[in-house]
């Protein structure tokens, strides 16, 4: 009997192909295989073999089997899982779970080995080079001719004659097991509490989901780290993937596994060249690795037996993927650890409203840490209202601030000045015309940065050198650079502290793991007096000698019509307050703002989590909005207004009339003009219990965009 392979290819097409199995190739799913898409051979995965043949059209044959490895059934169900809930065609997720496969292999190395042929002539140089050789594992030729000391020039004579051989290694993926004999720090009763919870759940096996709430420094690393190890210790398969919304972040928690477990985990990000990618992409396929430390795109990794997912910083919006393939690592977390039958545990100070929710209707287990660990105590909150104690003029630190600075270093503690703006300034406008930079065709303005000159947009990449004339007007000397970004704040503490040693912390001056780390370590080892940061570096992070936050502008996450404004700035300044005051040394933190009675400021200075949680979940049951109803959101762009407009007239039209949803727009987007596309927006509010991915779905059907249209899908919107 013939045999049919549906094949799913990493693209974005509507669906998978039917391939003929060839006699004897025997497929089962998961496995890759390259076939025939129009003239070229492309790599797919198998989802599925049924019994058949293609009819009257003969189907084409499945080319090859690939030799790598096959991904699991759980990855392939996720795969399609995943696909259904973003409103997209399962490729684009299939794209994600083969990143890692369809990196180059590792180059394999050259390396150098006696033969046991006697050299024809003996030199004192030859002598060194055989000693060197006899006593290593194998060298290239040129480090061997280093640690020989000769020139390179010997070890190619004995090459040449036969005493020396090459041979090609592909190192493979060495992961050292982690060592669960090593114990972790002694347990404080609320932390021992909290873990033994934590560790029935990830050893019992079962789908499960805990929120693991506790202040900054409660010890939640130490707590999830002890249920990893329960899950390790119990299963010699069990894998364990911890999820961090930030390469930094995970910088600081690869440096603890490594501490708590005697080895490094296999590592995650956007950041890993491919070779290494592709080490740990087939580690984890075979289970070789058993502990993996990620940015969001991790979810994807084909594990084998995945019996923990650990979400850091659960609340944190970086764990929304906004372009491609939309998603939040978060809910696809809990799906994962639904398919896989694993714990999931969701770690923050400042849950999401989404977790809180869960947890207060019993959906989620809720392990609470009480308070620092030891004897450290949270920082005194306090407000500098700008209305009253304004910094100078074109300056950006208040009189308090500076002061509380000077004391500060004095004393030898390190300052953290937060401002979640990169650059130098976020506007530069003309003042002889009024002219504002933006990118060309777009919306968004130009970003000024003084450490390349340049002027940048954000949204999308462009960038130009600062013009001397105005290229609107052509007035000589007139730009102008509004507002502060943290370059502007480095250069105004330089001048007030011109002997501190003052570092930036931002994507710009920080664009790899690598300086990331080099910049934590030197701050935790005290070498920089100020750091000033975005939330690059607020986050997560313990810094012993940081006494003193100063919030350069705490309004500025207020500003915009986000649904979950307030949410944010409260979770980022809570987050960015909490790395005062560590151990014996008491902190303290200031925040700017001419908003001191809003009640975000308040919360936090009362240090009332409970009391804006609450205000916030009113509003929003009030409103229907998440928690308490679900939102998606359609973008519609395109080139052309009046043909944009059409469609979306058309698409209002075609909406399925459901009870318990609600259909607004079309209006223009948040940002409506980006790279010359125009672009519109529906926003689709539903009841809980309303399947909205399945309305959007159907929804989408229903309508046949123009080819110059593009429709994009956000279940679960941020940015607006
Ligand atoms: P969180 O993840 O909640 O911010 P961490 O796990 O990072 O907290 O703990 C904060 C600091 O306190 C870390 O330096 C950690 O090593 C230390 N710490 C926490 N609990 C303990 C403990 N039981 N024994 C010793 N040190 C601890």
Not at 211 to 220: A, E, H, I
Not at 326 to 333: E, K, Q, V
Not at 513 to 526: D, I, Q
Not at 557 to 572: K, N, S, V
Request: net charge neutral.
């Amino acid at each position: 009997m013939s045999r049919i392979a549906s094949v799913l290819i990493p693209m974005p097409l509507p669906e998978a192909f039917d391939y003929a199995e060839p006699e004897g190739m025997d497929l089962a799913p998961g496995d890759q295989v390259a076939v025939p898409l129009g003239p070229r051979l492309i790599r797919g995965v198998v989802t599925g073999i049924r019994d058949g043949h293609g009819g009257n059209r003969p189907l084409k044959p499945v080319a090859e089997r690939l030799d790598d490895p096959p991904l699991p059934p759980g990855t392939v169900e996720f795969v399609q899982w995943a696909a259904r809930y973003a409103v997209d065609v399962p490729g684009q997720p299939l794209a994600i779970a083969l990143r890692g496969a369809r990196a180059p292999k590792p180059r394999p190395q050259r390396l150098v080995r006696l033969t046991g042929t006697h050299p024809a002539r003996a030199t004192p140089a030859r002598a060194k080079v055989l000693e060197a050789a006899a006593g290593s594992d194998g060298l290239s030729a040129a480090d061997l001719a280093r640690a020989a000391g000769v020139s390179a020039g010997v070890v190619k004579g004995l090459i040449d004659e036969g005493v020396l051989a090459l041979h090609e290694v592909v190192a493979e993926a060495a992961f050292d097991p982690p060592d669960l004999a090593r114990r972790g720090s002694d347990l404080n009763a609320s932390q021992a509490a909290a873990a033994d919870v934590l560790k029935a759940m990830a050893t019992e096996g079962g789908f499960g989901v805990a929120l693991l709430d506790g202040v900054t420094g409660s010890g939640k690393t130490e707590v999830y780290l002890e249920a990893a190890a329960a899950a390790l210790a119990a299963d010699p398969e069990a894998q364990v993937l911890i999820l961090l919304p930030e390469i930094a972040l995970t910088q600081a928690v690869i440096a603890r596994v490594g501490q708590r477990f005697g080895a490094a985990p296999g590592e995650w990000h956007s950041d890993v060249a491919p070779p290494g990618r592709r080490r740990v992409w087939e580690a984890v396929a075979a289970g070789r690795c058993r502990i993996v430390v990620g940015a969001r795109s991790a979810l994807f990794l084909p594990f084998r037996k995945l019996r923990l997912i650990v979400v850091d910083e659960e609340h944190d919006s970086s764990f929304k993927q906004e372009e491609g393939f939309i998603y939040h690592a978060r809910d696809l977390a809990v799906a994962r650890g639904k398919i896989e039958d694993a714990a999931v545990i969701l770690a923050s100070a400042t849950p999401s409203l989404e977790s809180l929710r869960n947890a207060e209707t019993g959906r989620y287990r809720w392990v609470r840490l009480a308070g620092r660990h030891g004897a450290a105590g949270l920082p005194d909150i306090e407000l500098i209202d700008l209305r009253e104690t304004p910094p100078e003029a074109g300056r950006w630190l208040s009189p308090p601030l500076i002061a509380a600075m000077a004391e500060t270093y004095a004393r030898g503690e390190q300052t953290l000045l937060f401002l979640n703006r990169r650059g130098y300034a976020p506007l530069v406008l003309c003042k002889a015309c009024g002219e504002r930079m933006t990118a060309p065709d777009t919306e968004s303005w130009l970003v000024e940065h003084r450490y390349t000159g340049r002027l940048v947009c954000h949204l999308t990449g462009f960038s130009m050198p600062k013009p001397a004339a105005c290229p609107h007007c052509g007035a000589k000397d007139s730009l102008v650079s509004i507002g502060p970004g943290v370059e502007r704040v480095e250069e105004e503490a330089r001048a007030l502290f011109p002997e501190a040693r003052i570092a930036v912390f931002s994507s710009d001056t920080v664009f790899d793991a690598r300086e990331a780390r080099r910049l934590v370590e030197s701050m935790a080892a005290g070498d920089i007096d100020i750091l000033v940061a975005t939330q690059a570096a607020a986050k997560g992070h313990n810094f012993p000698k940081l006494t003193l936050v100063g919030v350069v502008d705490a309004d500025l996450g207020l500003r915009g019509g986000d649904l979950r404004a307030a949410e944010r700035t409260y979770q980022l300044l809570a987050q960015a307050t909490g790395r005062a005051g560590r151990r014996d040394r008491p902190g303290r933190a200031l925040l700017q703002t001419y908003a001191p009675e809003h009640a975000v400021m308040q919360a936090l200075k009362a240090q009332d989590r409970d009391a804006f949680v609450e205000a916030e979940m009113a509003e929003r049951e009030m409103a229907g909005l998440p928690p308490f109803g679900r939102l998606a959101a359609v973008i519609a762009s395109g080139p052309d207004a009046a043909q944009l407009d059409a469609f979306c007239r058309t698409m209002a039209q075609a909406a399925p009339n459901t009870p318990g949803v609600e259909v607004y727009g079309p209006a223009d987007a948040p940002l409506g003009l980006v790279r010359g596309r125009r672009r519109k927006r529906f926003l689709v509010r539903a009841d809980r219990g309303v399947d909205l991915s399945a309305y959007m779905a159907a929804w989408r059907a229903r309508v046949r965009p123009p080819g110059a249209i593009r429709l994009a899908i956000d279940i679960d919107p941020y940015s607006f």
